[in-house]
């Protein structure tokens, strides 16, 4: 009878545990709204999540990650979710040849059609739902500033850097950013 007693002690916390249930993970909370797990970068373990559908994730430091186009997230992102979108959202940057736009909102199409839309403002951009099955590593960058004109000029440049000859490179570099900065 002894013996019994620490056993129907762990099942009545096993019980407990299940029936109160821990808070589902970020990731679980998107699938069950019908979106992809991918949408947020791996690793997110501190969240708000509210009966209104407003979340809010904290991340340890901002971070892009790689999808068709980059992706860049702040400390904090949050939006308000519903079945199958995300609305006013904030927090989340998305790169377009080499100017980076906010992304306002996050829709899936028809599940069966494959495609997710990013309102980045003046166009949704779209993009195939798989790319955004699972979280992608995010690498950590500086605080991030879109808009800033300096942050802004110093991507450009460093893009059409990479796409000169190497004799190029090094004269368009010391031109923009004068002999200091090479």
């Keep these: 009878m002894i013996h019994l007693i620490p056993s129907v002690f762990l099942y009545f916390i096993f019980i407990f545990t299940i029936v109160n249930g821990e808070q589902d993970s970020i990731y679980e909370i998107l699938k069950a709204h019908g979106l992809p797990m991918g949408l947020l970068p791996k690793g997110i373990t501190q969240f708000d999540f509210d009966d209104t559908g407003r979340f809010e994730v904290h991340l340890d430091q901002a971070c892009n990650a790689k999808f068709e186009?980059?992706?860049?997230?702040?400390?904090?992102?949050?939006?308000?979710?519903?079945?199958?979108?995300?609305?006013?959202?904030?927090?989340?940057?998305?790169?377009?040849?080499?100017?980076?736009?906010?992304?306002?909102?996050?829709?899936?199409?028809?599940?069966?059609?494959?495609?997710?839309?990013?309102d980045v403002g003046v166009?949704?951009?779209?993009?195939?739902?798989?790319?955004?099955?699972?979280?992608?590593?995010?690498?950590?960058?500086?605080?991030?500033?879109?808009?800033?004109?300096?942050?802004?000029?110093?991507?450009?440049?460093?893009?059409?850097?990479?796409?000169?000859?190497?004799?190029?490179?090094?004269?368009?570099?010391?031109?923009?950013f004068g002999r200091n900065e090479i």
């Design 123 to 176: 166009v949704f951009k779209q993009f195939s739902l798989s790319l955004f099955e699972t979280p992608r590593d995010c690498m950590a960058v500086l605080d991030f500033e879109p808009g800033n004109s300096i942050r802004d000029r110093k991507f450009v440049a460093e893009a059409i850097a990479k796409s000169l000859p190497a004799k190029l490179r090094y004269e368009f570099v010391q031109e923009s």
């Design 69 to 118: 186009s980059e992706l860049h997230y702040d400390r904090n992102v949050s939006g308000t979710l519903s079945y199958g979108q995300i609305g006013a959202l904030s927090g989340i940057t998305a790169q377009e040849l080499f100017l980076w736009f906010p992304v306002k909102g996050i829709r899936v199409d028809i599940p069966s059609s494959g495609l997710i839309y990013f």
